[in-house]
């Protein structure tokens, strides 16, 4: 077939003839071009004619295609005879059925092929003939195909009960990405399998769930007796594509055994090609905020949140997504709850005036959140008269409701210009009219964020205490000073308080003051320094990463 005209197939009289006087020569011709030839009209008329000769057969299995070659004929047989698969199933079962398991050496391979291009509904029958043979390898990898078709746990529990780990392996492989509590049942008795690949591949579909409770059991096969074992473990971490596991697996480079660190190196090489995917997938802001006062050892709560740079997506991200440390230290056990996306909210600014926005870094800063402000929410800007500002602030404003706005232009404008000072307020009487919330239209659940930058020489009093208590408001406080008054504050209300060391940190603090209130991730872990100062966590995902640093409140003094 010198000369083959792959685009217009002008040589159909000359295949032909070659294939009725030289059926041999024929198929090592056919083979050449498969191999070197990409699909065309005229590759897909040789392909019609191995079927249609019994040649696609020997085709598929013969050495002289590599598996993606043979691949790429069956996907080419498919076009051309939408059946393909379902012949090629029962011509194998058929030979099995006759006595003759390696009629071709490479059944096996012809039964991956069809794992790969068939979705295994068509060819059901003839792989439930392949479960009743005798020939182990075949009835597992039936056992795959079949899995990954019903996705069924009971049909899986059935399998679990077979002798061959390799058949009780696929079977748990064929749930992977199924979630529902009874698969999740299965493939955690699964993981407790005296196989290192049974468990293998039961703790890997776990973590694909999003299981995090599999983070310390992966760890401690790392470190089992068993060379086969610790090989598994490589093997799962590399499959996740976890950076988490960067170095047990360094440890494992150091193993004695040979297989070990060729799959730890293999598999360190799949953790780096996964965050370089990630980190070309883009970045996500990531806030949070500890939940009470940290007084037990045994565990620390936050809050989290994670949204896109445009805030217009705050993404799904499952548990294993998340990696925690405590000072450097990894953060091995933890659990994650997802809450629904918080419903529409009222937010009030309380920011000092000033003589102009140019002057004051916290009016920016407020503005550079617009980028997460929901349609659905309504923003407030109440302006209060700092401690020496010329003056006296206004107490008329004391029972007006807050002007809330919807429109981000509106909001902009408003954030923008120079408020008057008699729509100031003193710094309490600020606090006190925006955790109101019976004055006024407002949305969902009121949500205070408190700029200062003098310190406060006077205590809230019990009554501000109170009312911020029973409106349930969130008051979150950035102070470019020490403030002990407002530090003691959102300590008795159940709020937050930061300091800014520098100007430019006071932007990236409102910012993650409001990000905290598109929290969706409630996260308790068990604490690996209990003297830590700081909390770093970082989400690494396909989809995307982004991480933060948290400061971990002090334990109250006397605290067991």
């Not at 792959?6 to 024929?26: K, P, S, Y």
């Not at 009960?161 to 748990?172: G, L, Q, S």
């Not at 703790?203 to 059991?217: A, F, H, N």
Request: net charge neutral.
């Amino acid at each position: 077939m010198h000369g083959f005209d792959q685009d217009a197939v002008g040589n159909r009289d000359l295949i032909r003839e070659l294939l009725a006087n030289d059926r041999q020569a024929f198929y090592s011709n056919a083979l050449k071009i498969l191999r070197t030839r990409d699909d065309s009209r005229g590759v897909q008329y040789l392909v019609a004619l191995l079927a249609a000769n019994d040649l696609l057969l020997p085709a598929l299995c013969d050495p002289a295609l590599s598996r993606e070659q043979a691949r790429s004929l069956a996907r080419a047989a498919i076009r051309v005879d939408p059946a393909a698969d379902i012949e090629l199933a029962k011509w194998l079962a058929d030979y099995v059925a006759e006595g003759e398991p390696v009629q071709f050496e490479h059944a096996s391979r012809l039964l991956d092929i069809l794992g790969e291009i068939s979705d295994g509904s068509r060819i059901l029958p003839s792989l439930m003939r392949l479960m009743r043979r005798s020939n182990s390898n075949l009835r597992s990898k039936a056992v795959l195909i079949i899995g990954r078709r019903c996705r069924s746990a009971q049909w899986a529990q059935q399998r679990l009960a077979e002798k061959d780990p390799r058949i009780r392996a696929n079977a748990v492989e064929g749930l992977w990405g199924v979630d529902s509590e009874a698969v999740r049942e299965l493939l955690q008795f699964a993981a407790r399998d005296p196989n290192n690949r049974v468990s293998g591949n039961a703790l890997l579909g776990l973590y694909y769930l999003g299981d995090c409770s599999v983070i310390p059991e992966i760890l401690k096969m790392a470190g089992h007796e068993s060379a086969l074992f610790r090989s598994t473990a490589a093997w799962v971490m590399g499959e996740s594509g976890d950076p988490r596991f960067r170095e047990a697996l360094a440890g494992l480079l150091k193993d004695p055994n040979s297989a070990v660190r060729k799959r730890g190196f293999a598999a360190l090489g799949r953790i780096k090609a996964a965050a370089a995917q990630t980190l070309q997938a883009g970045r996500w802001r990531v806030a949070g905020l500890f939940v009470g006062n940290n007084a037990r050892q045994d565990s620390r709560s936050i809050q989290l949140a994670v949204v896109s740079e445009d805030g217009r997506e705050q993404p799904r991200i499952l548990p294993t997504a998340f990696i925690l440390t405590e000072d450097r230290r990894q953060v091995i056990t933890y659990k994650v709850v997802e809450r629904p996306t918080p419903e529409a909210m009222s937010v009030a600014f309380i920011l000092p005036r000033r003589g102009g926005p140019l002057e004051s870094p916290w009016n920016p800063a407020a503005l550079a959140c617009l980028r997460w402000k929901r349609t659905s929410d309504l923003w407030a800007s109440v302006p209060y008269s700092p401690a020496g500002d010329q003056g006296a602030p206004s107490a008329s404003l004391d029972g007006a409701p807050l002007p809330f706005l919807a429109s981000s232009d509106k909001v902009t404008e408003t954030f923008t210009n120079v408020p008057a000072r008699t729509s100031c307020m003193d710094f309490w009487a600020a606090i006190r009219r925006s955790v109101r919330t019976d004055k006024g239209p407002a949305r969902g659940k009121r949500h205070v964020i408190v700029f200062s930058h003098t310190k406060e020489s006077e205590a809230a009093g019990p009554e501000l205490i109170a009312a911020t208590l029973s409106s349930h408001a969130f008051v979150q406080v950035v102070s470019s000073v020490p403030n002990p008054a407002l530090e003691d504050y959102c300590s008795r209300t159940h709020g937050n308080f930061q300091t800014a060391a520098a100007d430019e940190e006071i932007t990236t603090l409102i910012e993650q003051a409001y990000l905290n209130l598109l929290a969706r991730y409630d996260i308790t872990y068990q604490p690996v320094c209990p003297e830590a100062a700081t909390l770093k966590i970082r989400v690494h995902a396909p989809s995307g990463w982004g991480e933060s640093e948290i400061p971990i409140p002090a334990r109250p003094s006397g605290a067991d």
